[in-house]
């Protein structure tokens, strides 16, 4: 008969676990902070916990939360192989982008303070060279070689996490039984790179400097989201200002939103004398919150080089989202997003005309102009898919085989390629059991998150069965709320739409299948 502790009646009893060994392992969780010392003009820090124990030569440290003074971390860090009478040290700094990191203050506290197979100490300590703010954190002994932390391998169902991004899921295999094909980590490394490259505007082969002459420059201010708000309501009232040789242009003045649409053109006329016009002048995109009796206030500002633009190919740049922030650095990080199209013809161009196609629903935050002052995290989404249950039959009996399915899960966020899961043949209950791994540029504005499945086809294209949307914000901000496993409803077309359709019958049923 088994016992509580899951050994047998027979077994030796257990050994007895030394409290106070001469060298051990130790857990520090970094919980959080309150009340740091502000050091950048906003009022705020951007802090950051470096961790060291003596005797151990390896320093560790949490991610970096922007603009606050009571940062959440609930971060784990291992030390092992430490020695009796250590000393761990927090020392806790402002993160700067240009420049030495400021300190904002240290704890130091002995290793004595707990011992082997206790629950462990929590502390919440007030930072020493600083007239101000307190850290929470615990501290728990373990065996020597023991001290390990599982949650930062394995946080929940979906996670995010500060760290370097490892391989992505799944290749392209189709047999569940094969090993990684011939695209192999390599490949997969290089799409993360693509992903998680800062975008730039890259030159058309064999671009020429302009001509002199006329020239006709339009201004496309499509829409904004995720504007920092600037009224008491939490909202801000934008307006768009465009300016370029001297001239403004204005959108029309949107109410209590901080994302909203214009879908304005605008055109301005330029007689060119010289190449060097378009090396010194710069289109100007301002976004301002509106104040009835007060001046307006600035929320953020992108300054483009014509020049830049007149040798990407058509002379165009074409839906293209930028990032908006603050010249005064009164405000640190991203102030919000802005869609945008910019077009130079001169006498001899002709006007590309796009196809509707050509016109991107959502975003791609892949391909989004940050500016140079600001820096972006890369970050992992992490997604672990256990297995799906009561998938429509997808494909035609054929004789071999017969009726079926041969799922795969894949998940896209932020413009990132479709990471997935390997396939599983003929089946339409199948169980994964694998984790997903999608990078993720910190700040972002992307939200929803993409959890497809699909149905595998040898002859033709893979067809996508259903689609389900996330919140990356909800998740982000919120750790449990996928912290355990849970099931979810996947909707589509009806099991009755003939995977055999074609024309505008396949796109409907294609665009249910996608949640659109």
């Known amino acids: 008969v088994a016992s509580v502790d899951g050994a047998t009646g027979g077994s030796a009893p257990p050994q007895e676990v030394d409290p106070d060994p001469p060298v051990f392992g130790i857990v520090v969780l970094v919980s959080s902070a309150r009340n740091l010392v502000a050091k950048d ?39 092992n192989d430490v020695a009796k009478g250590a000393k761990i040290f927090l020392q806790v700094y402002d993160h700067d982008v240009i420049g030495k990191n400021e300190k904002l203050g240290h704890i130091e506290v002995s290793t004595d303070d707990c011992k082997v197979g206790d629950p462990g100490k929590e502390y919440a300590t007030a930072l ?27 946080s929940g169902f979906f996670s995010t996490f500060t760290d370097k991004i490892p391989g992505m899921g799944a290749s392209d295999d189709e047999e569940e039984e094969e090993e990684e094909g011939e695209e192999g980590e390599g490949e997969q490394q290089k799409k993360q790179e693509k992903v998680t490259k800062r975008f730039t505007l890259e030159p058309a082969e064999g671009a020429k400097a302009p001509e002199n002459g006329e020239y006709q ?15 008491s309501n939490g909202l801000s ?11 403004k242009r204005y959108t029309d003045g949107k109410e209590k939103t901080l994302s909203c649409v ?19 002048e710069k289109l100007r995109i301002s976004v301002f919150d509106v104040n009835q009796f007060s001046k307006n206030e600035l929320i953020g500002v992108y300054e483009f080089d014509l020049m830049s633009i007149y040798k990407l190919e058509n002379h165009e740049m074409y839906n293209t989202w930028i990032g908006l922030f603050d010249p005064t650095g009164t405000n640190q990080g991203v102030q919000g997003f802005l869609k945008m199209s910019v077009t130079i013809l001169g006498a001899k161009d002709e006007q590309i005309m796009h196809e509707e196609d050509d016109e991107e629903e959502g975003f791609d935050m892949s391909k989004c102009l940050m500016p140079p002052a600001l820096d972006q995290e890369g970050h992992l989404l992490k997604c672990k898919v256990l297995e799906v249950q009561h998938l429509p039959e997808m494909d035609m009996s054929l004789g071999v085989g017969g009726k079926g399915c041969d799922p795969f899960v894949g998940i896209q966020f932020g413009g990132t390629p479709l990471i997935r899961t390997r396939t599983k043949k003929g089946k339409t209950d199948a169980s994964f059991n694998e984790e997903l791994h999608c990078p993720v540029m910190v700040p972002t504005m992307s939200d929803f ?15 996508i069965i259903a ?10 901000s919120n750790a449990l709320l996928y912290s355990e496993p849970q099931w979810i409803n996947f909707y589509g077309a009806p099991k009755s739409a003939d995977s055999a359709m074609v024309g505008d019958e396949k796109k409907k049923r294609d665009k249910m299948n996608q949640g659109k």
């Open 128 to 154: 020493e060279g600083a007239f101000q703010g307190e850290v929470t954190f615990k501290v728990t002994k373990r065996a020597n070689g023991e001290a390990k932390v599982a949650q930062k391998e394995s």
């Open 467 to 476: 689609t389900h949307y996330l919140s990356y914000r909800e998740i982000s």
């Open 217 to 231: 420059f339009q201004v496309h201010i499509i829409e904004a989201r995720d504007l920092q708000p600037k009224d």
């Open 237 to 247: 009232d934008p307006i768009c200002v465009v300016e370029l040789f001297g001239e």
């Open 449 to 463: 998150i993409s959890l497809q499945v699909w149905d595998y086809d040898m002859a033709g294209d893979n067809e």
């Open 262 to 280: 214009w879908n304005e053109l605008f055109f301005f006329h330029h007689k060119v004398e010289s190449a060097f016009d378009f090396d010194v």
């Open 41 to 79: 003009k906003g009022g705020t820090s951007d802090p950051f916990v470096e961790l060291s124990v003596t005797g151990v030569k390896k320093k560790q440290k949490t991610k970096t939360i922007k603009e606050t003074v009571a940062p959440s971390w609930n971060e784990a860090f291992a030390f």
